[in-house]
Structure formats: structure tokens, C-alpha cells
């Protein structure tokens, strides 16, 4: 049985963080790809940042450059989302997803399109003003 379990989101106020994390079982995590999403109410779900295999290379969306980062604790079969100076426009529900590929250009392009091995049923984050 493979899963992914989100955990972290809440209500914090504007300014503040958060850090989510998404916990694997059922796979050997290193032949993945991760992938965090976000999806707010009335709008598609987009990619927000990725992660390749070694955790050495990163993707960021725009919006979230230079304050969310993405890391892997392979030990611990966990992906990480710290998200710093948050925004109301970050109110979201956020997703993780996994993607096997030899990189991490692929699994991007990949993501992007919402082709995945697997999805976490996600957590929501609230960011007040």
C-alpha cells in the first residue's frame, strides 16, 4: 500500500510560517521525484515547487521564490514545504505528489500537466491579514 500523509497546515497570520510536511510508505522514496501543489478555492491546482531524486536540484514557482523551501529527508521518508512571510494569497490547499523519473526536468514537465505516480490528499493552509 503506497501512501503519502500531509501534515503541518493550520491558520498562522500574515507574516508568518509554517512547515508542511509529507510523510511516503510503500515505496523506495529515492527513485522519486517530489512535488508540492497548491489549489485555491475556484482555481487550478498548480505546481509550486519540486525536488529531483538527490535533493540537489529545486524548482520554484514565482510566487513563491525566496520564501518557501522544498527539502527531502530520505532517512525519513519525508518531503518538507517551509513557507516563510506568508501571504493571504497563499490560502490554499496544498498537495504533495511523487513521480518516478531518472530527473528532475521530466518530472517537472511532467507535474505541470498533473501526471503523477501518486497524490497526498493535502492540508490546508489559512493565511489571515
Known amino acids: 500500500q503506497v501512501q503519502l500523509v500531509e501534515s503541518g497546515g493550520g491558520l498562522v497570520q500574515a507574516g508568518g510560517s509554517l512547515r508542511l510536511s509529507c510523510k511516503a510508505s510503500g515505496l523506495t522514496f529515492t527513485f522519486y521525484q517530489m512535488g508540492w501543489f497548491r489549489q485555491a478555492p475556484g482555481k487550478e491546482r498548480e505546481l509550486i515547487a519540486a525536488?529531483?531524486?538527490?535533493?540537489?536540484?529545486?524548482f520554484y514557482e514565482d510566487s513563491v521564490k525566496g520564501r518557501f523551501t522544498i527539502s527531502r529527508d530520505d532517512a525519513e521518508n519525508t518531503v518538507y514545504l517551509q513557507m516563510n512571510s506568508l501571504k493571504p494569497q497563499d490560502t490554499a490547499v496544498y498537495y504533495c505528489a511523487a513521480d518516478v523519473n531518472t530527473g528532475l526536468t521530466l518530472a517537472i514537465a511532467n507535474m505541470k500537466i498533473g501526471r503523477v505516480d501518486y497524490w497526498g490528499q493535502g492540508t490546508q493552509v489559512t493565511v489571515s491579514s
Open positions: 525536488i529531483s531524486r538527490t535533493g540537489v536540484e529545486t
